[in-house]
């Protein structure tokens, strides 16, 4: 079974204060992990694909890296508009069901 | 540039009414999905149309269908609420082709008394 967990659930920065989020997964095959920042009371944003081992994506002062256990959302020199909650997803290469398996999230706050 | 529409925002049920939420999608995509969001657990799927004319059951379909009305618009339906249903949900679309991110709508907060 796909399983998704992001590590820590909530974390509190101060402006300027670099960091990073955890996402860890297990999948049979991994076809694309998702990176999604949700605000609340909203719908979750689309942020980044990443596809393979190695790879890397950058987006202002986020960047995404993953390798063949875990992803990171390393987020540099945050603002308080980078306040929110980000999700993790999985989706697997194998099957015609399309499944994609989220996190539970990582509750980002920055302090000015 | 409305992207995924979702009616309504708020609903409130007595345990055995019936609703339909509604949503839209104006960016040409085959697949609508149905999720729904609860605290401590990720978005689980309910119910997907990979394109206009199919429907597929997801991770938690008991208690909902769906109606692939169009292109378009994508439904989803409480037969008989129940409390357990209480719960966001979100619509979302995706484009064809490679592994692209969902385009989620804002959501329907639904609680089931």
């Known amino acids: 079974e796909d399983q998704v967990t992001q590590s820590p659930e909530a974390l509190r920065l101060q402006e300027g204060e670099s960091s990073s989020l955890n996402c860890s997964y297990t999948?049979?095959?991994?076809?694309?992990l998702f990176w999604y920042r949700q605000d609340p009371g909203k719908g979750p944003e689309f942020l980044f694909t990443l596809y393979s081992a190695g790879e890397e994506k950058e987006k202002e002062r986020l960047k995404a890296t993953l390798t063949k256990k875990e992803s990171f959302l390393h987020i540099t020199a945050p603002k308080p508009e980078d306040s929110a909650t980000y999700l993790c997803?999985?989706?697997?290469?194998?099957?015609?069901?399309?499944?994609?398996?989220f996190g539970t999230g990582t509750k980002l706050q920055v302090i000015p | 540039n409305a992207g995924v529409t979702q009616t309504p925002k708020f609903q409130v049920l007595k345990t055995g009414q019936s609703m339909t939420l509604q949503c839209a999608q104006d960016m040409n995509h085959n697949s609508m999905y149905w999720y729904r969001q609860d605290p401590g657990m990720g978005l689980r799927l309910i119910y997907y149309s990979a394109s206009e004319g199919t429907t597929d059951k997801g991770e938690v379909p008991n208690g909902y269908n769906v109606s692939r009305l169009n292109k378009r618009e994508f439904s989803l339906r409480l037969e008989s609420a129940a409390p357990s249903q209480t719960s966001v949900y979100f619509c979302?679309?995706?484009?064809?082709?490679?592994?692209?991110?969902?385009?989620f709508g804002s959501g329907t907060r639904l609680t089931v008394v």
């Open positions: 999948v049979s095959g991994l076809r694309g």
């Open positions: 979302a679309s995706k484009g064809q082709g490679a592994v692209n991110g969902y385009t």
């Open positions: 997803a999985v989706q697997a290469r194998s099957g015609g069901y399309q499944k994609v398996t």
